[in-house]
């Protein structure tokens, strides 16, 4: 008897330890994430390197001021937030294995991250065989819709179609060249587009060409587009092509006094780079632009330029990446959870009432509500907005344009 008694001591203690631990929720429903009484572990992956960084610093950059605020303000579930960063260096190949590395070695309650596409459908698979959770930052060509992804970002409805809409209304454009980088994002978008332009604008494309990321040669596209004369050029080139793209066509004589130009893809991030004296006059189709002018946006504005310096700037993915941290935070809360699918199931209908944008609203399909707006490139580098649109319902998957 008294030898059964010794041999269940430990089991005592391990019980007795289990129970501490669980009236801590440290077991109760966060069994195999990184989650301590007093810490939590969420990842970054980005490219901190390569063609994309210009484009995908920006995110990183809001994506950790937004967790340092919320440390500041007492953590969330009385945890600090721990980052790990993997750089995903502008290779679909490489995010999908620092994803991997993220969820299964790491254990990370959550991932901010991706930029293009081609990344998020290289970790995808991963994110959902391993039930993580992924929230993304960028506008994209919808078409998709996961219980592991809150897009944070605008889909082609909000984005696309709204610019084909406005462009066509207040320009008369009838006839458009497509122009994009050579992966699936801008492929999808400009099928998208293309059936706008054909079947509901009754417009013509005149041309469509792709140019591999991190391509520097564009004049050869920009030839044909003298040649074409289109009233509208509808542009989706990323990354760092940008830069060459606008100061070629600007020393060619393509700008706005001569040919209308409206980018899915350049915000205040890629200006730096190709400067607005290089795109004046041309616009874009965002949700966000820093020169938003509400007490939301002028706080952020504020916060962003204490942490990153004076000059830096802040696009509409840098400012969709900063919500993702906050989103998480609001339904992890929701949930008295950091497990996945409890934190999954408390997303939908979570309000943003701080957001720069404004106000955003979780739906049901994972996207946000938010508004569409266009902006006009000015010479220093900041857009001037000219149209914006009421709260647009996201819809991942319109009918007639997939």
Same mark, same amino acid.
């Given at each position: 008897?008294?030898?059964?008694?010794?041999?269940?001591?430990?089991?005592?203690?391990?019980?007795?330890?289990?129970?501490?631990?669980?009236?801590?929720?440290?077991?109760?429903?966060?069994?195999?994430?990184?989650?301590?009484?007093?810490?939590?572990?969420?990842?970054?992956?980005?490219?901190?390197?390569?063609?994309?960084?210009?484009?995908?610093?920006?995110?990183?950059?809001?994506?950790?001021?937004?967790?340092?605020?919320?440390?500041?303000?007492?953590?969330?579930?009385?945890?600090?937030?721990?980052?790990?960063?993997?750089?995903?260096?502008?290779?679909?190949?490489?995010?999908?294995?620092?994803?991997? /590395? &993220?969820?299964?070695? %790491?254990? @990370?309650? +959550?991932?901010?991250?991706?930029?293009?596409?081609?990344?998020?459908?290289?970790? =995808?698979?991963?994110?959902?065989?391993?039930?993580?959770?992924?929230?993304?930052?960028?506008?994209?060509?919808?078409?998709?819709?996961?219980?592991?992804?809150?897009?944070?970002?605008?889909?082609?409805?909000?984005?696309?179609?709204?610019?084909?809409?406005?462009?066509?209304?207040?320009?008369?454009?009838?006839?458009?060249?497509?122009?994009?980088?050579?992966?699936?994002?801008?492929?999808?978008?400009?099928?998208?587009?293309?059936?706008?332009?054909?079947?509901?604008?009754?417009?013509?494309?005149?041309?469509?060409?792709?140019?591999?990321?991190?391509?520097?040669?564009?004049?050869?596209?920009?030839?044909?587009? /003298? &040649?074409?004369?289109? %009233?509208? @050029?509808? +542009?989706?080139?990323?990354?760092?092509?940008?830069?060459?793209?606008?100061?070629? =066509?600007?020393?060619?004589?393509?700008?706005?006094?001569?040919?209308?130009?409206?980018?899915?893809?350049?915000?205040?991030?890629?200006?730096?780079?190709?400067?607005?004296?290089?795109?004046?006059?041309?616009?874009?189709?965002?949700?966000?632009?820093?020169?938003?002018?509400?007490?939301?946006?002028?706080?952020?504005?504020?916060?962003?330029?204490?942490?990153?310096?004076?000059?830096?700037?802040?696009?509409?993915?840098?400012?969709?990446?900063?919500?993702?941290?906050?989103?998480?935070?609001?339904?992890?809360?929701?949930?008295?959870?950091?497990?996945?699918?409890?934190?999954?199931?408390?997303?939908?209908?979570?309000? &943003?009432?701080?957001?720069?944008?404004?106000?955003?609203?979780?739906?049901?399909?994972?996207?946000?509500?938010?508004?569409?707006?266009?902006?006009?490139?000015?010479?220093?580098?900041?857009?001037?907005?000219?149209?914006?649109?009421?709260?647009?319902?996201?819809?991942?998957?319109?009918?007639?344009?997939?």
């Amino acid at each position: 008897m008294a030898q059964r008694l010794i041999r269940s001591k430990p089991l005592l203690a391990l019980s007795l330890l289990a129970a501490a631990l669980f009236s801590q929720g440290v077991l109760a429903d966060n069994e195999g994430l990184a989650v301590t009484p007093t810490e939590v572990t969420v990842g970054q992956l980005h490219s901190a390197t390569g063609t994309m960084a210009i484009s995908e610093t920006g995110s990183i950059q809001a994506e950790r001021l937004a967790i340092e605020q919320i440390n500041a303000s007492g953590g969330i579930l009385g945890r600090q937030i721990k980052v790990i960063q993997e750089d995903g260096a502008s290779d679909w190949p490489t995010f999908a294995e620092k994803a991997k /590395k &993220l969820l299964v070695n %790491d254990k @990370v309650a +959550a991932v901010f991250g991706c930029w293009t596409s081609a990344s998020r459908k290289a970790v =995808l698979p991963i994110f959902e065989k391993e039930n993580g959770l992924l929230y993304y930052p960028t506008f994209y060509e919808g078409l998709e819709q996961s219980k592991n992804v809150i897009y944070t970002g605008q889909e082609a409805t909000q984005q696309i179609l709204a610019s084909l809409d406005w462009i066509a209304k207040t320009k008369g454009a009838k006839t458009f060249y497509l122009v994009g980088s050579d992966y699936i994002w801008p492929r999808t978008s400009m099928k998208i587009a293309r059936k706008h332009i054909e079947n509901v604008l009754h417009g013509t494309v005149v041309g469509e060409d792709y140019y591999p990321l991190g391509n520097t040669q564009f004049g050869s596209l920009i030839n044909k587009v /003298k &040649l074409k004369k289109p %009233d509208v @050029v509808f +542009a989706a080139v990323v990354g760092g092509s940008n830069v060459a793209f606008y100061k070629q =066509l600007n020393a060619a004589g393509v700008n706005s006094a001569k040919q209308t130009l409206l980018t899915l893809s350049v915000t205040e991030d890629e200006l730096l780079g190709i400067g607005g004296e290089n795109m004046a006059g041309f616009y874009a189709s965002m949700k966000y632009f820093q020169s938003l002018d509400n007490p939301n946006n002028k706080a952020f504005v504020e916060a962003f330029k204490a942490k990153y310096g004076k000059d830096a700037v802040i696009g509409d993915v840098t400012q969709a990446a900063y919500l993702g941290p906050w989103l998480w935070k609001a339904a992890v809360e929701k949930a008295g959870s950091f497990d996945v699918d409890k934190v999954v199931a408390a997303s939908p209908g979570i309000e &943003l009432k701080t957001a720069p944008e404004g106000y955003v609203k979780v739906h049901e399909n994972h996207h946000l509500w938010s508004k569409s707006r266009i902006g006009e490139v000015q010479p220093d580098g900041q857009f001037k907005v000219i149209y914006e649109s009421d709260l647009v319902e996201p819809n991942p998957f319109p009918k007639g344009y997939q």
